[in-house]
């Protein structure tokens, strides 16, 4: 027989026992358990952002507990939904850095501490936004409409995944 607690508090201990009941009554309870939930990672931090890498930093994890792999990722359809991962399968410091990142683009990074060879925790998730470079695509649809004393021109805005920015003004 078992029980599923949920909604623990992280980095909390807890303790339990657990006694038999019958018609008659209940029995002794059993020695006493205690244990402690994984903690969060903690101050979890952008350090530095480019417009094709993010560097998230986080304080060093308590004895016994190591670092996940980090991941990020994209939270528009920018990645196609494939997450930015480390090919290692421990981080061996208190940083990450994600390259390879598309610019102008808002990412979720996922950090996670582990026991030492157990248990795995839940995820801190941090959000960061690359930087902006200029656009790589052309204005579309250019056209222009004369008439007798002045001319209209026309066109709409580079297509969103080439504009790499918010798009502020234009030149004719």
């Known amino acids: 027989t078992e029980l599923k607690l949920d909604n623990l508090m992280t980095g909390m201990t807890y303790s339990f026992t657990v006694a038999?009941?019958?018609?008659?009554?209940?029995?002794?309870?059993?020695?006493?358990?205690?244990?402690?939930?994984?903690?969060?990672?903690?101050?979890?931090?952008?350090?530095e952002v480019t417009s094709s890498m993010i560097n998230v930093t986080w304080d060093a994890p308590p004895d016994g507990y190591t670092v996940d792999a980090p991941y990020a990722e994209a939270t528009d359809s920018s990645t196609e939904g494939k997450p930015i991962r480390d090919p290692s399968e421990v981080a061996s410091s208190t940083w990450h850095r994600f390259g390879n990142c598309?610019?102008?683009?808002?990412?979720?990074?996922?950090?996670?501490?582990?026991?030492?060879?157990?248990?795995?925790?839940?995820?801190?998730?941090?959000?960061?936004?690359?930087?902006?470079?200029?656009?790589?695509g052309q204005p579309n649809n250019f056209s222009s409409i004369p008439n007798i004393t002045f001319i209209t021109v026309r066109w709409s805005a580079p297509d969103l995944w080439e504009r790499n920015?918010?798009?502020?003004n234009y030149i004719i």
Do not use: C, H, W
């Open 102 to 136: 598309n610019s102008f683009r808002e990412y979720r990074v996922f950090v996670r501490l582990s026991e030492t060879g157990g248990n795995e925790g839940s995820y801190s998730i941090i959000t960061a936004r690359t930087l902006g470079k200029p656009p790589t």
């Open 165 to 168: 920015g918010i798009i502020t």
């Open 20 to 47: 038999a009941i019958n018609s008659n009554g209940t029995g002794p309870d059993a020695t006493m358990v205690m244990f402690t939930t994984i903690p969060d990672i903690q101050n979890l931090r952008v350090s």
